[in-house]
Structure formats: C-alpha cells, structure tokens
C-alpha cells in the first residue's frame, strides 16, 4: 500500500450542512475544500464528486487513487483547508442512502450457541448449528431507513421490552457485480465501517404466526437500528479484516469481544452468495454478522438510559444512547 492512511466521514456543521471529509488524526479536513486547494496548482488528477461518499464509490477506483494524492498534497504543503475537530462536528452514517443494506444471521459460532441456548431456533426439525459445510450465508435485508449515526440517540419503541444489541462490522460495495466468486470479492469492496444491528426481540419472532418464524422488518428495522461509522476506512487500508477485534460494552460492562477471524462464512463468501442472487450495487453495505455476547443470551436488554458503545478495531467507536420514544 503507498500513501498516507485516512478515513472518510459524512459530517454536519452547526447549521446542520452535510459535507465529506478527510479525517487525519482527529481533524476533519473538507474534501470539497482539499480538492480546490489540490487542483490551484493544476494538477491532472480530478475526483468525480466531492458531494456525497456515496458518490465517490461510483468511481470509486478511480477515486481513491485521486485522494491519495490529495492527502500526499496537503501532507507535503502542510495544508488543512477548512479543518476542524472532529469532536466538533455532528456524524452522519458515512454512507446516507445505500441502496440496499445485508445483514448476516448467526455467522459466529458463540452466537450460534447462545441463540439456541435462548430458544431463538425452532422447536422441532433440523437445527443449524454451526457447521458450514452442510449450508450456505443466511443474509436478511434492514431497510436503509433505519440508519443513524455514531453518536445519535436511539428511541427505544413503544410498549417493547427487549432491545437488542449486535456489534458488527460492515463493508461498502465500491463495484457493482453479478455472480462474484469469493476470491474476487474484495475487489468489489471499497472499505470496512463499525456498526449494531441493533435488535427487538420483542417482535423478531411472531407468536401470532409461529410458522413463519422471524420477522425481520418488526425485529431489525425501526428507526436508528443501525448505527454506524463514524468513519469508512478505505480497504487498502485495512491490512487484515480477517483479524479484528469487535467489542461492546453497555454503561462501561463488556458484553461483546469477538473478532473477525471467527466468521462462519466470510464476508467475501456473502458478497458471493448474495451476487448469485441478484445484482451488488455500488453502495450497498453489508454487515457482516455479531460475536456471542447478545443480550437475548442472558436475557438482558437495553432501556432508557443505557449507553451502548461499539468498536472495531482500526474502523472507530460508536456510542449511542437510549431513550424513551417521545409521546
């Protein structure tokens, strides 16, 4: 890999204006800002966007090569045009609008256990339980809706008790394909990103249609039910997300530390399942399935108050606290 390492961040000032940026260390240099200094001295190298991340991801090839040379330009001239703590600054999902959004279920062995465990699996026939060779991802869709950001506050909903949370970590699709072999598959990606499938057991299985099992729009999809970002950290710069810590803790308690390297199905081999399926469009996400530690496995649940962080390593730390739905 050459160049200096960065993330990229959709960020809002105080008047609320989107904006991208370039963080290095803990600023946040405007990418709209950076490209104008960049291109004053007339060099070629021209990004197709400075709107949106999402935007970027449609070239995103292209694209990365163009802010590798934009950071090497501020580093060399000592520049941080339009700059600010990040601290300063509200963060907004790094991806706002993706088009569709994977969620794996049951990809980690301990979580495989511990829903069992809690007679989150049917009462009678086959079990799934861990072993890969006898089956393929299981993968569910969140409706994009329910995104939120790093730090936002989450509602906990009316009436419903038992609130879930599922550390994870998530990639972004910067290629659009069709049929995607796993060993391919990481040329489709264009970075990796913290998230929670945050969850309502309450509604994921269905006593009035026992038949039918989960329920995945009333168990996943209520709004901010999927925290993510701050950041979105290039691929390149990520040396081994087959081996990264994922943690969570509740009011300071550790009640998840996994890491990637316990996969059941590797996110390259969901981006292959998937794509055989149907297309994988720029800017998809996929959220690649949570560590044992849940708490429908000890039957402990989030309620107002509670303050949930999560982190990956290498790709930042989320916190989000829950609060009661406004009447």
Known sequence: MDGSPFKLATLAKADGRPFVAVVL?????????ADIAYRSGGRRGALSTTASVAGLLENWDANFAVLQEIVAFLAKEGLRPGAAKIASLKALPPVTRPGKMFYAAQNFQEHVDEMIRAGMTPASGPKFTGEKST?????????PSSLAGAFDDIAIPRGMKKIDWEAEIALAIGKAGKRIKAERALEHVAGFMTTNDVSCRDLQIRSDRPALRSDWLGGKSHDNF?????????????????NLFIRLTVNGEVRQNGNTSQFIFTPEEQIEYASNILTIMTGDIFSCGTCGGVGQGANTFLKPGDVMETEVEGLGKMRNKFVAEAS
Do not use: Q, S
């Open 226 to 242: 999927a925290p993510m970002g701050p950041f979105l950290v290039p691929r390149a710069f990520v040396p081994d997300h087959m």
């Open 135 to 143: 089956t393929v991802p299981y993968l569910f869709l969140k409706a």
């Open 25 to 33: 260390d803990d600023e946040a240099v405007d990418l709209a800002a």
